[in-house]
């Protein structure tokens, strides 16, 4: 007998942390009837997770909530750099990098900049965001089974504050439940990767005159190297709110308990050189760094996302913004098939294209904490400071996956950044005047697939409005120049053509996550039927 269904939503997501709630807002944004439920029963409430790095601030700025969450980070707004001394009261002191973004030059290639953001300030943001876009989300509710079949996925939820159990039926199911899924366990999907690289425990706490000895050294994170008191401290308020990740050696058979607050408070103190320094221990909480990434990103009609599907090394913050960032892929593809303008074959590019990237940022965060020596972490041998940040936060590419035009063995992040609009490449930012007022290209990629045109691209704008009106599709085309006739115009100075590597008469075709779909460098003789099989093989129509 089939249960009764007291619940129907197109899509059901498991998980209310980072990954989940931003899931959350970007459904809502495209107009996606959601569900999500959470076993905890509020946000978190530890300071942790709060590097948001320029590519995830692009997506949030699109959402329209870029503003609100640095008003809700505020506090560290001054802070920056990576500090690495044996304790802050002696002289040996050195920067592994002072600026995250020296010389400002990051504005040359982004609307955005990073954004110091701590969990438990950022997640009450996208959950009042995602709850206003109309998100029906439920703390304190836990999934306790799921089965699919070829229609959608009928899932057992209960309340764990009145025990009510409820059976929802969705046509998807968002898997964003952690490192530990549940739901990836379900489907018998593994692992690979190094596995687990080491463990700390994050101590809050709080010490009135540590802020003293800090002085104007606003850093993002302190690594304190002493071999007897390592660990790494980082701000909270930079007045007397702190956080201490303390290595904690499991593997040696050394209990959890063993982390007494009077032990907490003598190793800190310790580490920072500062004996008579007056600790409160407000908090702890264990955590274990790993490299694994999921076998498969999911089964028939559950995807993973995030923590789920991969873990990384937390220096660099690199796990969450690729969490929020394999959301952002998956939202727009599901509310393009659930919207009928996209084919079933589409979602399978989910997993084409972010499970690459997860493997190789995934390496570049543990080299990484071995190159900034994360206490815990052993240093591998023959890793060096590393370059190319921007290249694995800002230029990975999809090689495969929902594009056309690309090389299958190219890279998936380059030696060095490039922004040159190639085909599986984030679209270039560049400003814009629209009636006077300015806007990024990058504010145009969120609803419809995008067709951008040089001055001389007319026919690729009304070629590219008849195979879309043809095959259902959304299609906002945009021809960029100085013209009277011009939809948009660059700045003074600017080369919208040769910024997106095509000539005057050329064309690109954007995806609403702001990847390069396709691009014709010049003209053809049938834009409507080019840009026709370039829809089709994006969307797999």
Same mark, same amino acid.
């Given at each position: ?6 619940? @129907? ?15 959350? %807002? ?23 997770? +709060? ?44 920067? %592994? ?30 959950? @009042?965001?995602? +709850? ?22 009928? $899932? ?11 059976? =929802? +039926? ?13 739901? @990836?366990? +379900? ?114 009609? =559950?995807?993973?996302?995030? !923590? ?26 599901? $509310?393009?098939?659930?919207? &009928? ?42 890793? &060096? ?96 120049? !100085?013209?009277? !006739? ?19 008469? &050329? $064309?690109?075709? =954007?995806?609403? !996550? ?18 026709? @099989? ?8």
């Amino acid at each position: 007998m089939n249960p009764k269904v007291d619940d @129907r939503v197109p899509v059901l997501i498991v998980g209310g942390s980072l990954v989940g709630l931003s899931a959350a %807002l970007f459904l809502g944004r495209l107009g996606v009837r959601h569900l999500l439920v959470e076993k905890h029963a509020d946000t978190s409430h530890h300071p942790r997770g +709060r590097g948001n790095n320029v590519r995830t601030m692009e997506l949030y700025r699109v959402a329209g909530i870029e503003a609100a969450i640095r008003e809700a980070a505020s506090v560290l707004a001054p802070n920056h750099g990576i500090l690495q001394a044996p304790s802050l009261t002696g002289e040996e002191q050195e920067w %592994l990098f002072r600026e995250i973004d020296p010389g400002g030059r990051l504005a040359r290639f982004s609307p955005s900049s990073w954004c110091l953001c701590s969990q438990n300030d950022l997640e009450p943001v996208l959950r @009042r965001s995602a +709850r206003e876009l109309g998100a029906d989300i439920r703390f304190s509710t836990e999934l306790l089974s799921f089965e699919q079949d070829a229609e959608g996925v009928t $899932a057992l939820l209960r309340s764990r504050e009145t025990g009510e159990e409820r059976v =929802v +039926r969705a046509q998807y199911l968002i898997a964003a439940d952690g490192p530990r899924s549940p739901s @990836r366990t +379900r489907l018998g999907i593994g692992q690979t990767g190094q596995g687990e690289l080491f463990h700390n425990v994050s101590i809050t706490f709080r010490a009135k005159r540590l802020a003293e000895v800090v002085g104007d050294r606003h850093f993002i994170a302190c690594y304190l190297t002493d071999p007897e008191a390592d660990g790494a401290l980082l701000p909270v308020d930079n007045r007397e709110e702190w956080v201490f990740h303390a290595p904690w050696h499991p593997e040696r058979g050394e209990p959890l308990e063993a982390f007494t607050d009077e032990r907490c408070a003598r190793h800190i103190r310790a580490a920072v050189g500062m004996p008579e320094l007056d600790v409160e221990v407000t908090g702890k909480a264990p955590w274990h760094a790993a490299e694994r990434v999921a076998e498969r990103y999911g089964a028939g009609r =559950v995807f993973l996302a995030g !923590d789920s599907a991969h873990e990384m090394s937390p220096t660099g913050a690199f796990g969450s913004n690729t969490g929020i960032q394999d959301a952002h892929n998956l939202a727009w593809k599901l $509310a393009a098939v659930l919207c &009928g303008w996209a084919g079933p074959g589409l979602l399978e590019t989910y997993e084409q294209e972010r499970r690459p990237v997860a493997q190789v940022t995934g390496e570049r965060a543990s080299a990484r904490s071995a190159e900034h020596s994360h206490p815990g972490y052993a240093v591998v041998p023959g890793v &060096g400071r590393q370059a190319g940040v921007l290249a694995v936060a800002l230029g990975y590419r999809y090689p495969r996956g929902a594009v056309a035009g690309t090389d299958p063995a190219g890279p998936v992040v380059p030696e060095a950044f490039e922004s040159a609009g190639e085909p599986g490449s984030r679209a270039p930012h560049q400003w814009l005047l629209r009636a006077g007022v300015r806007l990024s290209t990058l504010d145009l990629y969120e609803q419809t697939m995008v067709l951008l045109t040089g001055s001389e691209g007319a026919a690729w704008q009304e070629g590219a409005r008849r195979a879309a009106d043809r095959l259902a599709v959304p299609l906002d085309a945009y021809r960029i120049g !100085d013209g009277a !006739d011009d939809d948009l115009a660059p700045e003074p100075g600017a080369d919208f053509a040769a910024v997106h590597g095509i000539r005057p008469a &050329g $064309a690109l075709l =954007v995806r609403p !996550d702001g990847f390069v779909a396709w691009r014709s460098e010049g003209p053809v003789e049938d834009p409507a039927g080019t840009v026709g @099989r370039a829809l089709r093989e994006v969307l797999s129509l």
